[in-house]
Nanobody, 128 residues
Framework: QVQLVESGGGLVQAGGSLRLSCAAS????????MGWFRQAPGKEREFVAT???????????SYADSVKGRFTISRDNAKNTVSLQMNSLKPEDTAVYYC??????????????????WGQGTQVTVSS
């Protein structure tokens, strides 16, 4: 069982940056694939990015095409945190952003239905 708490959302102008963080409880954080998803009003929850950890200081990451080159996912297994650095934000990035976790048995993961644990979400609003 793991509990996830997001922080760092807010209002930013187009072209600006935000950094989201997710703090996870539990002693086996490194065994989880961590992900970020987002959901805009009236839309389905969509994949943003995921990150794995191989146990040898090597990370695998995966990004949605819409955020590649602008967003960076990272994790700190010592602090049980995963972050999402969002640069060059666009109005279409406006959504509630959710942190998610699943015990990593394969790679990659990109569907919301594959994740077992979810945070409460944090609002990101990008003004034009």
């Amino acid at each position: 069982q793991v509990q996830l708490v997001e922080s760092g959302g807010g209002l930013v102008q187009a072209g600006g940056s935000l950094r989201l963080s997710c703090a996870a409880s539990g002693r086996t954080f490194s065994s989880y694939v961590m992900g970020w998803f987002r959901q805009a009003p009236g839309k389905e929850r969509e994949f943003v990015a995921t990150i794995n950890w191989t146990g040898s200081r090597t990370y695998y990451t995966s990004y949605a095409d819409s955020v590649k080159g602008r967003f960076t996912i990272s994790r700190d297994n010592a602090k049980n945190t995963v972050s999402l650095q969002m640069n060059s934000l666009k109005p279409e990035d406006t959504a509630v952003y959710y942190c998610a976790a699943v015990v990593g048995r394969r790679w990659p993961y990109s569907r919301a239905s594959e994740f077992s644990y979810w945070g409460q979400g944090t609002q990101v609003t990008v003004s034009s």
